[in-house]
């Protein structure tokens, strides 16, 4: 299952975000609001449990988020959508995932791997700002599953037919909530009209 998240604020972020002349101190608060938009609309059905809580007039009832959350940021882009998810889940724990993509044939390759003890009520909250070939987003859902995690919500901020393609037929249970589907991938598997290298453009590495 695939949802655009067509909020016109998230859009309006994103056609500043894809601009050329887009500076990496604006582009890095860019992707941070945008991530708010799409954990709103990724985590609205998560499990609560009811709380009483005592108010300057009285008592209220009130809920509490339930179960293990974990954040787990694809490196190194996906680090720009970490901070704004702790923020929205100070309680969560968080891991990181390592894969760079072989320029020659586009295909992931493993580099580093850090995650926190898996518990059977865990939601992994898995963060990359591009959906292009799908191969560093399936790799990483592999690496999730091997470890134990039962349920793993994928956030982006681009994806294209190709990349939700193959998450979709590898993947079914994997839910992903992105702000764009764009048209195609070229032939140097980027995403077009896309936005570039969105790692480069978080860490003004161009």
């Known amino acids: 299952m695939h949802a655009v998240v067509r909020h016109p604020l998230l859009q309006h972020r994103l056609a500043i975000l894809r601009a050329t002349k887009t500076a990496p101190k604006l582009f890095r608060e860019l992707v941070r609001e945008m991530t708010f938009f799409l954990a709103y ?9 009811p709380v009483a809580v005592r108010t300057p007039m009285g ?11 974990v954040v787990a940021p694809i490196l190194r882009a996906g680090m ?14 968080a891991g990181v995932i390592g894969t760079r993509r072989d320029e020659t044939t586009a295909e992931p390759i493993p580099y580093y791997l850090n995650l926190p003890r898996p518990f059977p009520d865990s939601l992994v909250v898995l963060l990359d700002p591009m959906l292009a070939t799908g191969g560093s987003v ?8 091997k470890h134990g995690f ?27 909530y992105t702000a764009a589907i764009d048209d195609h991938l070229d ?5 077009v009209p896309g936005l570039g290298d969105a790692g480069d453009r978080l860490f003004g590495t161009l």
């Not at 720009?80 to 724990?93: D, K, Q, R, S, V």
């Not at 399936?138 to 599953?145: E, F, G, H, M, N």
């Not at 032939?187 to 995403?191: K, T, V």
């Open 41 to 49: 609309e990724a985590l609205r059905d998560l499990p609560t449990v």
């Open 59 to 69: 008592d209220a009832d009130g809920v509490k988020v339930a179960g293990h959350l």
């Open 80 to 93: 720009g959508m970490l901070e704004p998810m702790l923020e929205i889940l100070p309680y969560a724990t």
């Open 138 to 145: 399936c790799d990483a859902i592999v690496t999730l599953k």
């Open 150 to 176: 039962p349920r793993i919500v994928f956030l982006n901020l681009i994806s294209c037919p190709e990349g939700i393609a193959r998450l979709e037929r590898e993947h079914p249970d994997v839910p992903v």
């Open 187 to 191: 032939a140097r598997h980027y995403i």
